[in-house]
Structures are given as structure tokens and as C-alpha cells.
């Protein structure tokens, strides 16, 4: 199976890096890409993978959430936003293709501007980076 990491975000926004971070730190053999934000041209590269991983930072919600992106019922061709839903979309519009994708979000609290994480994103990046290790062990 051929998956792909995508770590999203910007690192010189504090918690904001969390998904370019874990990349950083994960060491499995998958191919990574870190981005700050998604866009639609993303497409091409990801119809090769059969599996691709979002990983980014949440402003609420859990320490860590991982949850399987479904396709947008609809989605719009003019956006300087794609969300993962619409980039699955895209995906299968213009390729025929569509991989499975997942996001994992890292739970962040500090996005002023810098590059040193929060100590509670800390944690929370230790605990996503166990977190993903299990997840690729258990479909390999």
C-alpha cells in the first residue's frame, strides 16, 4: 500500500506547526509532504497513493482526533481554501481516483507568532506521534 503524510501548517505560527512537526519526528516508511495549506493541485500528486494522511492542528476539540474524510456531496471550483473533503473531490473528479484519506488533528493552544511549540502541543505531538506509529503498524 502506498500512503502518503501531509503535514500542514505554519511552523512560524507556534502550534500552528504541529502537522510539519510530527512529520519531523515520525521515522516509518511513508513518503511525507509538508505544506502550509492545501490546495487543489494537490490532486495530482495524491491520486498515486492509496492511502493519504492529513495531519495538521486543531484550534478545539480533542488532544488528538483521527477520523476518515469523506467526499463533499458538493464543492465549489473557485476557493483559495480546500478543505480535505473538497481535495478528495478534486481528487476523483479530475483523476477518477480516490485514495482513502484520513485527518489526524493535533490539538494546539498557542498560534502567536514563533516556532517553539506550547508544553501542552508537546504532549499532545508526543501522544499524536504514538498514535500514528499504531495506526501504520496495524494496516502494514
Known amino acids: 500500500m502506498k500512503i502518503l503524510l501531509v503535514g500542514f501548517g505554519n511552523p512560524y505560527r507556534r502550534d500552528d506547526g504541529l502537522g510539519i512537526k510530527l512529520l519531523d519526528l515520525i521515522n516509518y516508511n511513508v513518503e511525507k509532504m509538508k505544506v502550509q495549506e492545501l490546495s487543489f493541485d494537490m490532486a495530482e500528486i495524491l491520486k498515486d497513493y492509496d492511502m493519504v494522511i492529513f495531519v495538521d492542528a486543531s484550534l478545539e476539540g480533542d488532544e488528538i482526533s483521527f477520523r476518515k474524510i469523506q467526499e ?35 490539538r494546539g493552544y498557542d498560534f502567536d507568532f514563533g516556532e517553539e511549540l506550547s508544553d501542552k502541543a508537546k504532549e499532545n505531538l508526543e501522544k499524536a506521534l504514538e498514535f500514528i506509529k499504531g495506526f501504520l503498524e496495524s494496516i502494514s
Do not use: A, D, M, Q
Open 72 to 106: 463533499e456531496s458538493t464543492f465549489s471550483p473557485l476557493t483559495h481554501h480546500t478543505p480535505c473533503e473538497e481535495l478528495l473531490s478534486w481528487t476523483r473528479v479530475l483523476y477518477g481516483k480516490t485514495p482513502e484519506f484520513y485527518l489526524l488533528s493535533i
